[in-house]
T-cell receptor, first 111, second 113 residues
Framework: SQQGEEDPQALSIQEGENATMNCSYK?????LQWYRQNSGRGLVHLIL?????REKHSGRLRVTLDTSKKSSSLLITASRAADTASYFC???????????FGKGTRLSVIA | KAGVTQTPRYLIKTRGQQVTLSCSPI?????VSWYQQTPGQGLQFLFE???????NKGNFPGRFSGRQFSNSRSEMNVSTLELGDSALYLC????????????FGPGTRLTVT
């Protein structure tokens, strides 16, 4: 089954800098979603991008999708200490098939 | 609108015992999915229920089972617990299924000793 693979595994930046995380997957997808998880807690949905979309924005978040390269990126601009969390991409291939999550990128934003 | 709730939040069990975890979805959501999260394997899909029917099942042994009630509340059961079942169990609800935004509960932290 397909699986998103996030890169890098861990990222440490200073407050105010931008953070970019990448996700690659193996087979065709219907949607790709990004989630955030604060330490040991539930996941929070950030953005859903459909396979026919190339870019979406939500506040300080920008997601791009390149289906030809089977990859997506999540950009967080002007990062804050509160953005410290793990970020996961998740894909589905349509028809209510299960979401498949990657292993995540652990982001640390240092004040 | 109340979020997804999971009970209990923490649980300690002994090998060989069984455990039942509960999930109450957001009102109006008919799809409930369960995930197991461990440091080694990450987030793995257990099963999804929609309108009381199991619609998808992940690659877990038969010791893991679940059900959904008419009010969309869901339970999952793990019998004959093993040490490797120690994990954070997350449930997520959505309007119709996995190709929509999933709303996650805070999780149940299960420790098997």
């Amino acid at each position: 089954s397909q699986q998103g693979e996030e890169d890098p595994q861990a990222l440490s930046i200073q407050e105010g800098e931008n953070a970019t995380m990448n996700c690659s997957y193996k087979t065709s997808i219907n949607n790709l979603q990004w989630y955030r998880q604060n330490s040991g807690r539930g996941l929070v949905h950030l953005i859903l991008i459909r396979s026919n979309e190339r870019e979406k924005h939500s506040g300080r978040l920008r997601v791009t999708l390149d289906t030809s390269k089977k990859s997506s990126s999540l950009l967080i601009t002007a990062s804050r200490a509160a953005d410290t969390a793990s970020y996961f991409c998740a894909t589905d291939d349509g028809g209510n098939t299960p979401l498949v999550f990657g292993k995540g990128t652990r982001l640390s934003v240092i004040a | 609108k109340a979020g997804v709730t999971q009970t209990p939040r923490y649980l300690i069990k002994t090998r060989g015992q069984q455990v039942t975890l509960s999930c109450s979805p957001i009102s109006g959501h008919r799809s409930v999915s369960w995930y197991q999260q461990t440091p080694g394997q990450g987030l793995q899909f257990l099963f999804e229920y929609f309108s009381e029917t199991q619609r998808n099942k992940g690659n877990f042994p038969g010791r893991f089972s679940g059900r959904q009630f008419s009010n969309s509340r869901s339970e999952m059961n793990v019998s004959t617990l093993e040490l490797g079942d120690s994990a954070l169990y997350l449930c997520a609800s959505s309007w119709t299924g996995t190709n929509y935004e999933q709303y996650f509960g805070p999780g149940t932290r299960l420790t098997v000793t």
